[in-house]
């Protein structure tokens, strides 16, 4: 693999169970790079992510992200992988039965950390990162959507992944939240941090311009700056 690529597939399959969804995909996507992920509803997004963070197997083609080989990956790596990835949703997936900050807790207290006084640092420090001061006591339900999806990305970054791939995370979010979200995103890209983002809300990428992997027809496409020139291409 290149050693400047925190995802590289090449010919590789996405399958649902025995169905090819996306077939000969083919990219990279470098370290510290943004790129989006395009394409109608069924198209394959959401499976070709589920892919990259081994939720579905790769049985065909190449793969390889931050560094472990998604063919036949063993069960007991899997966390090893996605303890250097952050993955955000749509719909948040916090711990509705409990704080904040033990949402946060219990992910570092899952991937292996022991020392209280570092652990709650950690917790302050990634809340800071997104903007959030003075909610570790409070239950998500107490949090406006766009506070809730911030907490998420918190979560996404405590072990300081290479890489970020949400899937439309700003799906459920007004328009004025879904920016101050973007925004994040770009710093936390800006600070380092690859991201992968599927999304269908083609006015951010007028906005926020970046690379895109549009699925169509079952193939991943990568469109070229000449592509984004036109307009057709949305
Ligand atoms: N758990 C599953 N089992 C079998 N087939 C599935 C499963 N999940 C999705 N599929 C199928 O895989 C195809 C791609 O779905 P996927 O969710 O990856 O698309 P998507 O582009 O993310 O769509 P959306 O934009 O609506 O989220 C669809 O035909 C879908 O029906």
Partial sequence: MDNSAVIELRDAYVMQDVNTILQNVSFELGKGEFAYLVGRTGSGKSSLLKTLYADLPLHEGMGTVVGYSLRNLAPEKVPYLRRKLGIVFQDFQLLYDRSVAQNLLFVLQATGWRDKAKMKQRVQDVLMRVGLTGVTGKMPHQLSGGEQQRVVIARAMLNEPMVLLADEPTGNLDPDV?????????????????????????????????????????????ITNDDLRVTTWL
Avoid: Q, S, W
């Fill in 178 to 222: 879904t920016d101050g979200i973007m925004r994040l995103f770009m710093e936390i890209n800006n600070a380092g941090t690859a991201v992968l983002m599927a999304t269908h809300n083609y006015e951010l990428i007028r906005r926020y311009p970046k690379r895109v992997l549009r699925c169509e027809d079952g193939k991943l496409r990568v």
